[in-house]
């Protein structure tokens, strides 16, 4: 098995060429380092502060200096031992009778200059650097006259934490097993604990289907395609870069890879750029590919949000393909996401269905929502489609007769009637919010996106956001050039769903990750405050922006105090690199200041030859004044963000789900 494939990499040209085969011992026992967040752990390589220094100093000026200092210490050492032997011969003790008190005189001498010659001039000369640098590695490899036998390597048992399962693992032994196997192998293992039932379902499983066993429903072991970027799923990691050998990186990410994980995703990511400067294919593709590979290793499920022709990876990447206005997506959405109370579904969908401009009227319209999707999911046993909800809304008189008369046959029409009595005196007054969620839901009651959605006798089966539990992928294709309203409305509503279903999991071993391509319509107030309470949640969503100025004012500093990570892409405009530039603040940088003033010193000698001098060569004399002090700047300005940013590249700050944070790293996203 391949982790890439030529087809892929003709598709993404700046991405590496294809690796060798995939090789289980290899790829399980290599190293994996603890490091902060970003950082690719695979096979990296920590900082190591001596070598970084053995880096900047150059040979040839550490070499020079070494020697002065060894021939100034030699100097210094021979002087001090002829003086002490001029010493001894003066006060007479070098007679043969004081042989042995001259000669321990002469010893302790010696020692001492030679612990000086060592502790100053070995210290100015950096002998210790030279040694480790150049004399020890020649020593080592000129001490031992036989080569030793190579040590063969040790043997690692890479299922050791399965062997308790028994003989059903011999077989994994003999079978191609690839990393998503392995993963949900080991995943599967510690979901059965000490229960003896699931503990033998999973020993049979395995002595039957071997590398197969507790496979995803769709019986997919790996996507099909091929992949794009590179993962390690050992760790959930999805490498995008690198982060560049800048000064403005943090000294431990320099060169190093750059890699997201649920526990950076999980305070959720908002990346603002323009079209067309990589954030689908250097970002949204390949998060979205991990989410995917994850969910068949059974530790994530995914929703996949974008237009129908965004490069968000093929439809065989799915379990379930939402495409509302194409007849032949096999799937439906549920516009109440399967809520448990009607109250929640019908508040949640009067806000998807108000844009921005509406929102002061939006607090009476969930009202009136509640009023009609109440009764009716009493009367009739689940919730109204979207023809019979605009219906009701609209106040049509035969559809609130027979949902009254169903009211009062089941018993339930006095729990009600309040609401039903409110409903009937806004039908047909100028401020009835009834009449206008009734004409938004008309965007969504086309012919061509009837059958996408719940209710009705032609709808495709429905999938409700509740189903987040389990390991599933969710492609939706909205439809933005057909019905850019419609598709405007249905974002809100799948952010809106996702953050109160993912909130509201009982079990939250599965990381829940959403994806939305192009988040302009989909953020409101009410999105902020769902993507906030995903840090508890074990989710997190990715939200792409083409510039923060499609947002509302009152909403882009909160959005950018609900999200985590951040992330500039080249091109955004200077008042979006303001908002980031305050949101990463500042740090100490150390300035030097060099002034030049007239040299008006000394007496009347120095002046006259700085008057010949000036003659001569028509330059004035001056002294030179050096000033270092330590200033807050900007740790990247707006000018930087909007201009320097190269083709290729970005700008990230990180926040872990633990707390940990990682300045802004500039990072190329071609390698």
């Known amino acids: 098995m391949e982790l890439n494939d030529a087809r892929t990499q003709h598709t993404h040209p700046h991405l590496p060429p294809p690796r060798a085969p995939f090789h289980l011992p290899t790829w399980a026992t290599a190293p994996r380092p603890e490091a902060a967040p970003g950082i690719y752990r695979q096979h990296h ?46 006060l007479g003790l070098t007679a043969p009778g004081s042989f042995v008190i001259s000669l321990l005189i002469a010893a302790a001498v010696n020692a001492a200059l030679i612990i000086m010659v060592l502790m100053v001039f070995g210290r100015m000369g950096r002998w210790t650097e030279v ?32 062997r308790p399962v028994g003989e059903a693992v011999r077989r994994l032994e003999g079978e191609q097993v690839g990393d998503v196997d392995y993963v949900r192998l080991h995943q599967a293992w510690r979901t059965v604990g000490s229960d003896p039932v699931a503990w033998q379902e999973f020993a049979g499983q395995l002595a039957a289907r071997g590398a197969a066993a507790c496979a995803h429903p ?34 431990a990410h320099r060169n190093a890879g750059f890699a997201l994980d649920p526990r950076v995703l999980g305070t959720s990511l908002l990346a603002v750029g323009p079209a067309g400067t990589g954030k689908t294919v250097s970002l949204a593709r390949p998060v979205a590919e991990a989410l995917c590979l994850q969910a068949l290793a059974g530790a994530a499920c995914a929703v996949v949000v974008g237009a129908a022709d965004a490069d968000l990876g093929p439809d065989d990447w799915y379990d379930v393909v939402i495409a509302p206005g194409d007849p032949a ?53 689940g919730y109204p489609g979207v023809r019979a909800l605009r219906a009701l809304l609209a106040g049509d008189a035969e559809g609130w007769a027979e949902l009254g008369e169903r009211l009062r046959t089941s018993g339930r029409r006095s729990e009600f009637e309040a609401d039903l009595q409110q409903r009937e005196r806004m039908h047909g007054r100028a401020d009835d919010p009834g009449a206008l969620l009734a004409d938004r839901l008309a965007l969504l009651d086309r012919p061509a996106l009837a059958a996408g959605f719940s209710g009705g006798p032609d709808a495709k089966p429905a999938f409700a956001m509740r189903a987040l539990e389990h390991p599933l992928r969710v492609r939706v294709k909205l439809p933005e050039r057909s019905h850019p309203e419609a598709a405007r409305i249905l974002s809100r509503l799948l952010l809106g769903q996702f953050t109160q279903a993912a909130a509201d999991r009982r079990d939250r071993e599965l990381f829940a990750g959403m994806v939305l391509d192009d988040a302009t319509a989909a953020v409101d107030a009410q999105a902020i405050r769902g993507v906030q309470r995903l840090r508890g949640a074990n989710a997190g969503v990715l939200l792409l922006l083409r510039t923060l100025s499609d947002l509302p004012e009152a909403l882009r500093a909160p959005l950018f105090g609900a999200v985590g990570n951040r992330m500039a892409f080249p091109g955004i405009a200077p008042w979006d690199g303001r908002l980031f530039s305050e949101a990463w603040g500042t740090h100490l940088v150390r300035e030097t200041a060099v002034t030049h003033v007239p040299d008006t010193s000394g007496g009347t000698v120095r002046r006259a030859g700085r008057l010949l001098r000036k003659a001569l060569s028509g330059t004035t004399a001056q002294t030179e004044s050096v000033t270092t002090r330590d200033v807050e700047r900007h740790r990247w300005s707006p000018s930087d963000l909007a201009h320097a940013l190269p083709s290729g590249h970005a700008v990230v700050s990180l926040t872990s789900v633990t707390g940990e944070q990682v300045p802004p790293l500039l990072v190329d996203l071609r390698h």
Not at 223 to 241: E, I, K, N, S
Not at 343 to 357: G, K, S, T
């Open 45 to 90: 390589v920590p900082h190591d502060p001596k070598a970084a220094e053995q880096a900047r100093t150059p040979a040839g000026p550490l070499l020079l200096r070494a020697a002065l200092n060894l021939a100034v210490g030699l100097f210094v050492y021979l002087e001090g031992v002829s003086l002490v032997q001029g010493l001894l011969t003066t």
């Open 131 to 162: 040694w480790r640098r150049w004399i020890a590695p020649v020593l080592s490899h000129t001490v031992t006259e036989v080569p030793a036998a190579p040590e063969e390597a040790p043997v690692v048992d890479v299922w050791a934490e399965l």
């Open 218 to 251: 769709s019986e997919q072991r790996d996507l099909p395609g091929g992949r794009a970027a590179r993962h390690d799923l050992l760790v959930r990691q999805v490498r995008l870069g690198t982060a560049q050998d800048v000064p403005k990186n943090p000294v």
């Open 329 to 381: 997506a096999p799937y439906g959405l549920d516009l109440y996401g399967a809520a448990p109370h009607s109250d929640e579904a019908a508040a949640r969908l009067a806000d998807a269905l108000l844009p921005d401009e509406l929102a002061p009227r939006a607090e009476s319209a969930r009202a009136a929502m509640q009023q009609v999707v109440g009764p009716y999911r009493a009367a009739y046993g």
